[in-house]
């Protein structure tokens, strides 16, 4: 019998393409969105690309009583929680909203995995954990650094939760994957990322500026201590990325873990400056990108990368796409959702 994976978040830019890639590896899913940051329309988009329709409950994770309902519902093998907000401006301005919001989902989520017997849960840690390291490429050894947000703090709180919580309860295991920066959509543009209101990231900003519905890039910053003097970050395909979390669910149900919590850095290994990634866009898509280069942001970091050999080693997992098939997929992916506005 097929097993079963609870998906949080999973009408979200990540969860939707794991989605895709748990039932194309012969899993059943169900999803949970509070639709915050998301839209229904996603659940077509991975129907149409997988040709199964998946069961959609519109529930908050923070509303205990109703996701115990869920639970109840359905027999879980595995949860991905994927669910939070994770804007790093907004959590500034909101830190409460984005405690509350990733800390109370996640503890729910375990209380109810034990309630229910649900053993295996992964989790969505972010390479932000690490701050700017003293030494490049991060390990999964490198120390994690004090978070300069309140989102970023939220993925430290929520690390240490899981961590405390295999201690004490003997019947939870988890593997938290650290993410570098996803980025593109899946090949077939019919699933991607959908940011809301102006972007706070690259890509998606790049992807609207090159369709005309920003009139310019900033480019944070030339003057920082790299070879072109633009930042540097470590661009994982959300494809690839999806593709790591399935084969954390294998390694879980397989009982294949090493220990009853694991982190995995999830990245290509490979660090690509701002402006690489900009003459890059050009070049693949064939198009010219109005940018200038401005002031740096603050709270950015000068350059951060992955050293993902545990990750290629132990998980058995590699990113496979090219830096230009992904920049690819995201233009193919905005020119979709431009399409459709047109419709
Ligand atoms: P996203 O906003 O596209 O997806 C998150 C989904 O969770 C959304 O659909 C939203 O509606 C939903 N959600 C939020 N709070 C909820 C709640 N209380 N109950 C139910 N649903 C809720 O974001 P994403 O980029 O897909 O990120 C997914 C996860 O990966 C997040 O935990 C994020 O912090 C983490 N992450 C993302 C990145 C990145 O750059 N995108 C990097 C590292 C880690
Ligand atoms: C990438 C690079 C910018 C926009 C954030 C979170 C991090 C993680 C991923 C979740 C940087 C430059 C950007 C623009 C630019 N999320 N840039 N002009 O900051 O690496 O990471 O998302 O965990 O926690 O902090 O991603 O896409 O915002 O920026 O020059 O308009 O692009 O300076 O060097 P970042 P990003």
């Known amino acids: ?142 120390p994690r650094r004090e978070a300069t947000s309140p989102y970023g703090n939220t993925k430290h709180i929520c690390e240490d939760i899981i961590r405390d919580s295999v201690a004490a309860y003997p019947g939870i295991r988890s593997i938290a994957l650290r993410y570098f920066n996803p980025i593109g959509a899946h090949p077939s543009a019919e699933i991607g990322e959908l940011p809301r209101g102006v972007p706070n990231n690259l890509i998606p900003f790049v992807t609207q500026t090159a369709a005309g519905i920003r009139p310019m890039l900033s480019v944070f910053g030339d003057d920082y201590n790299t070879p072109d003097g633009s930042c540097i970050r470590d661009y994982i395909n959300v494809t690839d990325l999806a593709k790591a979390h399935v084969v954390a669910v294998d390694r879980m149900t397989g009982d294949r873990m090493k220990s009853g919590f694991e982190v995995f850095n999830v990245g290509t290994g490979r660090g690509v400056s701002t402006l690489e990634v900009v003459r890059t866009f050009e070049k693949v898509n064939n198009l010219k990108l109005n940018y200038k280069i401005v002031g740096r942001r603050p709270g950015d970091i000068e350059a951060v990368w992955a050293d993902p050999a545990y990750a290629n080693d132990e998980l058995g997992w590699k990113a496979e796409k090219s830096l230009e098939e992904t920049l690819r997929s995201a233009w193919a992916w905005q020119q979709h959702l431009d399409g459709k506005k047109s419709e």
Request: aromatic share 8%; net charge neutral.
């Open 1 to 142: 019998m097929a097993k079963t994976v609870l998906v949080t978040g999973g009408t979200g830019y990540i969860g939707s393409h794991t989605t895709v890639e748990l039932l194309e590896a012969g899993y059943d899913v169900v999803i949970v969105d509070n639709l915050s940051n998301s839209e229904k329309s996603v659940l077509k988009g991975i129907e149409k690309i997988t040709g199964r329709k998946v069961p959609f409950r519109k529930v908050d994770c923070g509303d205990l009583s109703r996701l115990r309902g869920v639970f109840a519902r359905h027999p879980f093998d595995a949860v991905i929680h994927f669910a939070a907000s994770k804007a790093v401006g907004e959590s500034v301005e909101q830190p409460l909203l984005y405690y509350r919001n990733n800390l109370v989902s996640l503890m729910n989520i375990i209380q109810l995995m034990r309630e229910y017997n649900v053993p295996n849960l992964v989790f969505s840690s972010s390479c932000t954990v690490y701050g700017q390291a003293e030494k490049l490429p991060v390990s999964e050894q490198t």
